[in-house]
């Protein structure tokens, strides 16, 4: 299958800071990614689409302003968690959809702990 | 509103024996199924999908049955080995092409000795 790279893996940051997490296509071009985030022992909760070359489209509750998306180019997209606070630790995922499988192809996660 | 639901939380079955998890969704625009396995920490892998104008689909061990009437489908593990143990995950697309994906609660598999 398709590989899709995730990093970091984990980060631990103070309250306050800002943390970017890479999301890479490594061997094939993505249109569309997608962020994910998961609390324990629950299921994997739609943040909002990421597209090359215009704006991500956020699902509903999911702040804009708090969680920056760029995907500048066709394989990479970036989640910023900006101004992060303790609710926000979390384990996030990314993932890519592959043109005419209709397969989403995930990264290994980053847990993000805020202190 | 969860539209797609994994009743059972957790399954332990066998080696050898046929493992089966189960998939219930609302959603009547769903017509793209696809199961994926998570370990801890890890991201999802994807195993298997399903169309909406198939009723069965099978790769090597692994079988997905979908029954459109019901808005039910369950994958099927045989045999099942140790390494099978994880939690799955269906989710279900409005669309062919899995343009947003709606996750299942997932089930936890474990697979004994």
């Known amino acids: 299958g398709a590989v899709v790279s995730q990093h970091p893996s984990r980060v631990i940051c103070k309250s306050g800071t800002s943390v970017k997490i890479e999301c890479r296509s490594l061997d094939f071009q993505a249109t569309t990614m997608f962020w994910y985030r998961q609390f324990p022992k629950q299921s994997l909760m739609l943040m909002a689409t990421?597209?090359?070359?215009?704006?991500?489209?956020?699902e509903q509750g999911v702040e804009k302003d708090k969680f920056l998306i760029n995907h500048a180019s066709l394989t990479l997209s970036t989640l910023t968690v900006t101004s992060a606070h303790p609710e926000d630790s979390s384990f996030y995922i990314c993932s890519a959809r592959v043109e005419g499988v209709g397969i989403q192809y995930f990264g290994a996660g980053t847990r993000l702990s805020v202190l | 509103d969860q539209q797609v639901k994994q009743n059972s939380p957790s399954l332990s079955v066998q080696e050898g024996r046929i493992s089966i998890l189960n998939c219930d969704y609302t959603n009547s625009m769903f017509d793209y199924f696809l199961w994926y396995k998570k370990y801890p920490a890890e991201g999802p892998t994807f195993l298997i999908s399903i169309s909406s104008i198939k009723d069965k689909n099978e790769d090597g061990r692994f079988t997905v049955f979908l029954n459109k009437s019901a808005k039910h489908l369950s994958l099927h593990i045989v045999p099942s080995q140790p390494g099978d143990s994880a939690v799955y995950f269906c989710a279900a697309s409005p669309t062919g092409t899995a343009s947003k994906l709606t996750f299942g609660t997932g089930t936890r598999l474990q697979v004994m000795l």
């Open positions: 990421s597209n090359e070359g215009s704006k991500a489209t956020y």
